[in-house]
C-alpha cells in the first residue's frame, strides 16, 4: 500500500434541506483509501453510503470538510474542473446500468474514450480489447435492450474501466443481479483489481460482495462505525484446501 492515499476525506459532512428541514446524511467521515484497495461501504438503508460515493465521485459537494484526490482539494474545483476530473480520473458503475440506449455495446464502452478525445481508431480498439477481456466481445455490436442485466453491468463495468480511472466507484452494482450473476461479476471486477491494479470502492449491502472485499467500512447513521481490513471469502477457501 503506497503512503500517499489516493482518496482522503477529512470530517466530510452532509447535510439536505427540503422546505427548511435539515436531514443530515454525513456526520463526519474521515477515511483514506488506496491505490490497488477492493474495498466495500456498508450499512443500512439511510447509512449515507450512496451519499458518500457520490461526493468522492465529485456528483455532489459537502456541506461541511474537505475530500482530497490525489492530494488535490476537491472544494477547490469548479464545476468543468469537476467534470474533467470526472472523466480522467474516477469510473462509475451504477445499479441501473446507465447505458445509452441508441448506442451499441462497443459504442457505450468507446464513449468515455471519445470524450476524452482519443482518435477514433485507438478507443475502438481499447474498447473491443476490454470487452474481450470481460468475455463479452460477442455483444459488440448488440444494443443494450437485446442484452441480459449481468450481460449489461458488464459493459458498464468496461465503460468504467476503458479509461483507466484512477478509482472506479460503483454504487450497489449487483443489487439487480441473481446470485450466479453476481458472483460472476465480483469475480470479475476482483481480476481486474488483481491483475489490472483496478482501485474499486463500493456501496452496496449485499453479503455476497461484502464477503469477497478487502476491506470492509461500515457506516450507521452517516458516521464510520467500522473499518476492518479482512481476508476475502474466497481467499480463505483456498487456504482451507490447500
Known amino acids: 500500500m503506497s503512503s500517499s492515499p489516493l482518496i482522503q476525506t477529512l470530517d466530510v459532512k452532509k447535510t439536505y ?4 428541514v435539515e436531514t443530515p446524511a454525513l456526520r463526519g467521515v474521515s477515511l483514506e483509501l488506496h491505490k490497488r484497495e477492493f474495498t466495500a461501504i456498508a450499512g443500512p438503508s439511510g447509512s449515507g453510503k450512496s451519499t458518500l460515493l457520490h461526493l468522492l465521485g465529485g456528483l455532489d459537494r459537502p456541506t461541511e470538510g474537505e ?18 476530473l470526472r472523466l480522467s480520473s ?15 455495446v462497443l459504442e457505450n464502452t468507446a464513449f468515455v474514450l471519445e470524450l476524452q478525445g482519443v482518435a477514433r481508431r485507438e478507443r475502438i480498439s481499447r474498447a473491443q480489447k476490454i470487452l474481450s477481456e470481460l468475455g ?4 459488440a455490436d448488440q444494443y443494450p435492450h437485446r442484452i441480459s442485466g449481468g ?4 459493459v458498464a463495468v468496461a465503460r468504467a474501466v476503458v479509461g483507466e480511472p484512477s478509482i472506479v466507484l460503483a454504487d450497489e452494482p449487483t443489487a439487480n443481479l441473481d446470485t450466479a450473476t453476481s458472483h460472476d461479476l465480483i469475480d470479475l471486477m476482483r481480476r481486474l ?9 463500493f456501496a452496496t449491502h449485499d453479503s455476497r460482495l461484502l464477503d469477497r472485499v478487502n476491506r470492509l467500512i461500515t457506516l450507521i447513521d452517516g458516521a464510520v462505525a467500522e473499518d476492518v481490513v479482512q481476508r476475502p471469502a ?6 482451507a484446501a490447500s
Open 67 to 84: 475530500i482530497f484526490l490525489q492530494g488535490q482539494p476537491m472544494s477547490e474545483l469548479s464545476k468543468d474542473q469537476l467534470a474533467k
Open 136 to 139: 463479452i466481445e460477442q455483444y
Open 193 to 201: 483489481n488483481e491483475h489490472k491494479g483496478a482501485t474499486f470502492l
Open 234 to 239: 474466497d481467499a480463505r477457501i483456498e487456504a
Open 90 to 104: 474516477i469510473g462509475f458503475v451504477f445499479q441501473a446500468y446507465n447505458l445509452i440506449p441508441v448506442l451499441t
Open 17 to 20: 434541506v427540503t422546505e427548511s
Open 151 to 154: 450481460e449489461q453491468q458488464r
